[in-house]
């Protein structure tokens, strides 16, 4: 057996043998003698060392990451609509370092002049007034904002910025895109290093490539600096999760730290923006924006979206430097500047255009529609803007050369009336870089996006980025139709400095914090349901359980089965059922089993499985960047579909059990790693609040139900065996009396006893401590509302005798039991609108627009 | 000729409201053959912020928020204004309408000329249709001198469409306007300048107000006891000049304009963002009379 210790320079021939890029293209890994440049020779003889069962495994491992992180399917997107595509290739793209500083270079440029130009466009219009820049150009564009003019940034629109380039078969980089809108891009970047270091780590720290984390912490100082105060609230704006990048969204302000806010989260008051949050409202200093300009403000911007505060632009007028980017910025990202930014930089940076782009001529201009109609090139139409910049996801040009007789006499039409909206491009040609395949390495036609963000005046350039593989076909923009990336890594040069963890500001300016930073009404409101919802899926699936089989010995009986029934009965009567559909109930199972099976396979009901796991994964979704990911995997199986339950409505008893317990254990495990991964803050006492409230509703409903009146001793008997199992208490009622079950032991098991975590009194604790840990836990001197209800249940059920509560009247009922439960049964629902009056009303109102039109008198 | 004008508008709302923003172009401005002697705006509850800026098209607005919940919403403007007669305008020659916009491109453009560029542009309630050019193409033949051509269109938009409040909303495209035959002055506004603007030449989105009763022997005007609407075309000679498809005619002293923009969005009179509310009732009383 040959051993990988040998110099790996013996047997290069391995990988690179059948290597074969097509000939009069350009390749990164092999000149066009077929040699390796250099700067790639490390990274290949790392991968030549590994054993190609190892290459193979851990390509395997990269795949299960990427879908596990959620970048390869977004999970929050209509589940019938095709999912988006996202692969991490084994084989990153290794830059050289002169290559690298060249890129900087130029990348700084482009930021800095696009920063000038912004500057310009929204403030003095010398540019338009000299026609270095078309004006038609500007006007024309939607992302050109006028209610934004006149607000310039002090330090520029522009924080972020990030450019899609591609090596021309000539050899020569050119930009195809430019991004200013929003920084989602590169959350991408970051889950493709983060995702590609943990699985070859060993490669990365062998080919000494630079950090990314540095970048990150120069731009967190940046926008701190920029809000002039110490500790100044953050905010990452997203559309929310219907937005097809959220993922992103998400993911950056998790990783940077910022709260992940939607418009909703948002009020301005003045000329400032407020965050709702369980303390009232919290100022925001800075918003980093992820969502497009136009439609960040309802009140002056586009009427009709919603994606940010009404008041938004107001309040930048006042504080230019509120939101990064700058509203507005995206005006750079129209695709008809390329042609005019060489003469505009040698007019205001005094320099020449280092990285210059495709080459496109804007459809505006007389000249340029002209010579397109007339022309036999095999030129490419395409929108002069486009949206968000999600990568790869642009769309493909229109062929003028190509198209029928016919399409070509519409597409020209359009041309002449709306050339504004239209560049005419040239195909270049993509250079290759190779992918690891099953094969072999194989070349792939590929863009690169790179990142530049702010820094102290000027801007740096992320070492890293990400590499997208083309269609080669295609024209110049990142079109990459199965989603095939590369992670891209800058070999250091020099020493770097030690890597420092992001969430580790330097020590001497970091204070000590155990409490929690501000937790927005929505978040908490979300959290709350959450509970709510697991805790009844866990009680429903164990009533379910109760009648589908024998857990315990004692079961099966009938009385047993009646004491199930009513159960169900109980939890169906919360809904509205289909008693008479066909083949519903099933006619094949005990009483019992069939109403169970009503809660599995109905879509409608309240407390049904489907509604009730509905329920879990959307809150769950919503709340995502508090979840850890071992939960966030456990949740991927929630789901219930329609082929779910249908294939419940065939299944046998047996099927049906083995599925709830399933079930039950997946709730048991998602519950768990909550458990033992929330800190103990304010967003964990409204989870555990909505879980025990819900217990609090399941377990006083459920005796008042089945004991509240006496039917026979027989009765009395199955129903406190079934009540015990219900409450998970059997073993614990066993172990401490090793008696059959007797009314007033189980009442002070399940009622009274405050240790044990089932009961009632434990719920109401656990209540009563939250509410008074919460802010606003008084009015002025008194208890607030919810307070006083606990404190008024919990004394009673403390005051109460279990001999007294046990005692049967004449007429079989228990009154003491009665008068105990029923203020509970009444006051448990007050309880949960009043937490959501106090704690989440910010978030009920939905903003909508009034105006007036003239001529008429409505 | 001096004007008083009284624009109040009240709204009711079904549900209370916690918290309202405000876009308000109601303040008039000193223009040409406009001086405004007197204006105040009376708002009831009085907004929390209130501030009075200059938009993008130099017209004064305010922007206000009332955050103290209310159910009721009254904005009254008054405003005094003197007006004085347009001059004599020759419309039968003139730069071509299709040499404008060459001609402002082709000099180093002043502030004024980037205004001009930017109303030749088509916004988003007048783009560019086949059918906008359809319907255009009539009245601008090639080399017709701008003013010609702008009369032309006007006296067509009022032939040819019928003045019916219930055909459209604040929102209706020009497509539904064009394919309908009815609208109000916004919408015949909305079409005028999607024509004028598909032609390459500037135009502009002017509201303003009508005398309510008309002088004596005079017809009542289409719009007269509300807020209006029309069109301003540019050319080099005489810069701004008014057309209102409406009613057929060249504004002079009897129009009051109030602020220009691009389209009805950009200087709508009040427009506004609510939290809460449910359904509102709004009662708008325009009243336009002579001082003189």
Request: net charge neutral; hydrophobic share 40%; proline share 6%.
């Amino acid at each position: 057996m040959i051993t990988n210790t040998k110099s790996v320079a013996s047997k290069p021939a391995e990988l690179l043998s059948d290597y074969r890029p097509p000939t009069g293209t350009f390749d990164e890994l092999v000149d066009n003698t077929g040699a390796i440049r250099p700067h790639w020779a490390p990274l290949i003889a790392a991968f030549d060392g590994l054993p190609s069962r190892e290459r193979r495994a851990r390509a395997r491992r990269l795949d299960r990451q990427v879908s596990d992180t959620g970048l390869a399917h977004d999970i929050y997107a209509d589940p019938s609509a095709p999912p988006q595509q996202w692969r991490l290739n084994l084989m990153p793209f290794i830059i050289s370092t002169e290559e690298w500083k060249w890129f900087e270079k130029a990348l700084v440029q482009r930021a800095q002049l696009f920063n000038v130009m912004l500057g310009d466009i929204y403030g003095p219009q010398k540019l338009l007034r000299s026609g270095l820049l078309p004006p038609g150009l500007v006007f024309a564009d939607p992302a050109y904002l006028r209610s934004c003019r006149a607000i310039v940034p002090p330090n520029g629109h522009l924080q972020f910025y990030a450019a899609d380039i591609a090596r021309g078969h000539d050899g020569q980089w050119r930009v195809i895109d430019n991004h200013a809108e929003t920084p989602a891009g590169i959350a991408y970047a970051i889950a493709n290093r983060v995702m590609h270091a943990d699985v070859a780590g060993d490669i990365l720290a062998e080919c000494n490539v630079r950090r990314l984390s540095w970048h990150f912490q120069d731009f967190q100082s940046l926008i701190e600096g920029q809000s002039g105060r110490t500790e100044p609230n953050i905010a990452l704006l997203t559309p929310g999760p219907d937005h097809p990048d959220y993922f992103s969204h998400s993911y950056l302000a998790r990783y940077l730290g910022y709260h992940l806010v939607e418009s909703g989260d948002l009020r301005v008051a003045g000329e400032v923006v407020f965050l709702k949050t369980l303390e009232g409202l919290k100022p925001i200093d800075v918003i980093v924006r992820c969502t497009e300009g136009a439609r960040s403000d309802p009140l002056e911007l586009e009427p009709s979206a919603f994606d940010g505060p009404s008041g938004l632009v107001h309040a930048c007028r006042a504080n230019p430097a509120l939101v990064v980017n700058a509203i507005g910025s995206s005006v750079i990202e129209n695709r008809g500047l390329g042609g005019y930014l060489p003469t505009i930089c040698r007019e205001l940076l005094g320099e020449d255009l280092l990285l210059t782009d495709a080459p496109r001529s804007w459809l505006g201009d007389a000249q340029a529609r002209a010579h397109v109609e007339n022309s036999s090139d095999d030129l490419v139409i395409r929108d002069a803007r486009e949206g968000t910049g999600r990568p790869g996801q642009a769309a493909l040009g229109r062929s003028l050369q190509h198209a029928s007789a016919a399409d070509r006499e519409i597409l020209v039409a359009e041309i002449n009336t709306q050339g504004a909206r239209f560049v005419a491009e040239r195909r270049l040609g993509f250079a290759t870089i190779p992918m690891l395949t099953p094969q072999g390495l194989r070349p792939r036609a590929f863009a690169l996006r790179l990142f530049a963000s702010a820094k102290n005046g000027g801007f740096a350039v992320m070492p890293g980025g990400l590499s997208i593989g083309v269609d080669p076909g295609s024209a110049v923009a990142l079109s990459a139709s199965d989603g095939e990336t590369q992670d891209v890594w800058v070999p250091m040069d020099g020493v770097e400095r030690p890597h420092t963890s992001l969430w580790k500001p330097q020590l001497q300016t970091a204070l000590i914090q155990r409490s929690q930073r501000n937790l927005q009404s929505r978040v908490a409101d979300n959290l709350f349901w959450l509970g709510r919802y697991l805790e009844r899926g866990d009680w429903t699936m164990r009533v379910i359980r109760t009648a589908l089989g024998r857990r315990f010995e004692y079961l099966g009986s009938a009385p047993a089965n009646k004491a199930s029934e009513l159960s169900l009965e109980l939890l169906l009567d919360k809904g509205t059922w289909r008693r008479d559909a066909p083949n519903e109930p099933r006619q094949d199972l005990r009483p019992a089993a069939r109403l169970a099976s009503m809660l599995i396979t109905q879509k409608e009901g309240m407390y049904s499985l489907a509604q009730t796991f509905d329920g879990i994964s959307r809150v769950a979704s919503l709340t995502r960047d508090r979840l850890s990911l071992e939960a966030w995997r456990t949740l991927g199986k929630f789901r219930i579909d329609d082929a779910w339950r249908s294939r419940m409505r065939d299944a046998s008893t047996s099927e049906l059990q083995d599925e709830i317990e399933d079930r039950l254990a997946m709730v048991a495990t998602f519950g768990g790693q909550m458990h033992e991964n929330m800190t103990r803050n304010f967003g964990w006492f409204f989870l555990d609040m909505g879980r025990r409230l819900e217990r609090a509703c399941n377990v006083s409903d459920s005796l008042n139900a089945h004991f509240s009146r006496s039917v026979s001793d027989d009765v009395d008997r199955e129903r406190l065996r079934h009540i015990l199992d219900l409450a998970d208490s059997y073993i614990t009622y066993r172990s401490r009396y090793r008696l059959e079950p007797m009314l007033p032991l189980v009442l002070d098991l399940l009622l009274i006893d405050e240790t044990n975590p089932r009961s009632f009194a434990y719920q109401l604790a656990a209540l009563s401590k939250h509410l008074e840990s919460l802010p606003q836990a008084t009015d002025g001197n008194a208890l607030t509302r919810e307070r006083r209800i606990v404190l008024s249940l919990q004394t009673a059920v403390r005051l109460a005798d279990v001999h007294e509560l046990s005692a049967v009247r004449q007429d079989g009922r228990r009154d003491g039991l009665e008068t105990l439960l029923h203020p509970a049964l009444d006051e448990l629902p007050q309880l949960s609108d009043l937490i959501s009056r106090r704690y989440f009303r910010l978030v009920e109102d939905e903003p909508h627009r009034v105006a007036t039109r003239p001529g008429t008198r409505q | 000729m001096i004007y008083e004008i009284s624009h109040r508008t009240a709204y009711k709302y079904d549900a209370p409201v916690t918290q309202s923003q405000h876009v308000v172009h109601l303040a008039p401005r000193s223009v040409d053959r406009q001086t405004v002697r007197h204006h105040s705006l009376l708002i009831e509850p009085a907004p929390s912020t209130r501030t009075d800026l200059v938009d993008y098209f130099g017209n004064p607005y305010s922007i206000l928020s009332i955050d103290d919940e209310h159910s009721e919403l009254v904005m009254h403007a008054r405003s005094t204004i003197q007006v004085t007669p347009r001059q004599s305008l020759n419309r039968e020659s003139g730069t071509p309408w299709d040499r404008i916009l060459p001609l402002l491109l082709e000099k180093q453009s002043s502030t004024d000329d980037l205004h001009a560029i930017d109303c030749a542009t088509p916004s988003a309630a007048t783009q560019t249709t086949p059918q906008v050019i359809d319907y255009a193409k009539a009245s601008f033949p090639q080399g017709c001198p701008t003013l010609m051509a702008a009369w032309d269109l006007t006296c067509r938009i009022f032939a040819d469409f019928k003045f019916d409040p219930t055909a459209t909303d604040v929102s209706t495209p020009v497509s539904r306007v064009l394919a309908n035959r009815r609208g109000v002055c916004q919408d015949f506004a909305h079409l005028a300048l999607a024509c004028f603007r598909a032609m390459r030449v500037p135009a502009r989105y002017v509201s303003g107000y009508l005398l309510t009763r008309p002088p004596a022997g005079k017809p009542r005007m289409q719009g007269a006891d509300a807020s209006h609407a029309w069109v301003a075309i540019w050319t080099p000679e005489v810069g701004w000049v008014d057309f209102d498809p409406t009613n057929r005619i060249m504004p002079d002293e009897e129009h009051i304009s109030f602020a220009y923009g691009r389209e009805y969005h950009d200087i709508s009179p009040i427009s506004g963002v609510l939290l809460g509310g449910g359904r509102h009732i709004v009662n708008v009383a325009v009243d336009t009379k002579c001082a003189s």
